[in-house]
């Protein structure tokens, strides 16, 4: 079946500091890739996408490489801000004459001053 | 500016009632999705309609319903047969076909409480 994991949280970190979010999936076919963010107490909002194998996902200065041989797509930013406190959802989506998501449970990220 | 609006934001409910929440895009979306989020874990879909008139369920649709009667719309009624609602719900669209990858644009979310 199709499944998204990703690594438990909640991560803390000191502002500046260097964030990895990890993430692998399961697929049948081939899914395009998401990283959501979801700052509390709204909706979600696209963080980033890859459509293939090798693409690099990119905003705000986070980053996201889709790498097919390892099943991953882990999130990752250089420097961290207090403002990046949220929590990161990553997703995949195939394409079945509609559009399937699946989304990982969730990692709430906590940057401190 | 295009979007989704989800109302009301906060809604409290006695056990035993229905209650409808609404959810509108200008977007001119084909699709749309209801999920449910829970603390702690992803988002599980209840139902989806990707065209007016049609909806199908999702991984979770027992005690819930929907219709599609406008492109624009997709209320989701929370029935008294819904065993646990409490809950955020987020309402969800999408660009159905083409060359687009399936990217979700999702509202401001909806948070139920069961009194």
């Known amino acids: 079946g199709n499944s998204v994991t990703q690594m438990e949280g909640p991560v803390t970190l000191s502002e500046e500091a260097f964030l990895t979010i990890n993430c692998t999936y399961t697929a049948t076919g081939y899914p395009s890739l998401f990283w959501y963010v979801q700052y509390p107490g709204e909706g979600l909002q696209l963080l980033l996408k890859a459509t293939k194998a090798d693409d690099k996902g990119s905003n705000k200065g986070f980053e996201a490489t889709y790498r097919k041989e390892t099943t991953s797509f882990h999130l990752e930013k250089g420097s961290v801000q207090v403002s990046d406190s949220a929590v990161y959802f990553c997703?995949?989506?195939?394409?079945?004459?509609?559009?399937?998501?699946?989304f990982g449970a969730g990692t709430r990220l906590f940057v401190k001053a | 500016d295009g979007g989704i609006t989800q109302s009301p934001k906060y809604l409290f409910r006695k056990e035993g009632q229905n209650v409808t929440l609404s959810c509108e895009q200008n977007?001119?979306?084909?699709?749309m999705y209801w999920y449910r989020q829970d603390p702690g874990q992803g988002l599980r879909l209840i139902y989806y309609s990707q065209i007016v008139n049609d909806f199908q369920k999702g991984d979770i649709a027992e005690g819930y319903s929907v219709s599609r009667e406008k492109k624009e719309s997709f209320p989701l009624t929370v029935t008294s047969a819904q065993k646990n609602p409490t809950a955020f719900y987020l309402c969800?669209?999408?660009?159905?076909?083409?060359?687009?990858?399936?990217?979700?644009?999702f509202g401001e979310g909806s948070r139920l409480t069961v009194l």
């Open positions: 969800a669209s999408s660009i159905k076909r083409g060359t687009n990858t399936g990217e979700l644009f």
């Open positions: 977007l001119n979306h084909d699709a």
């Open positions: 997703a995949l989506t195939l394409n079945t004459g509609g559009f399937k998501t699946i």
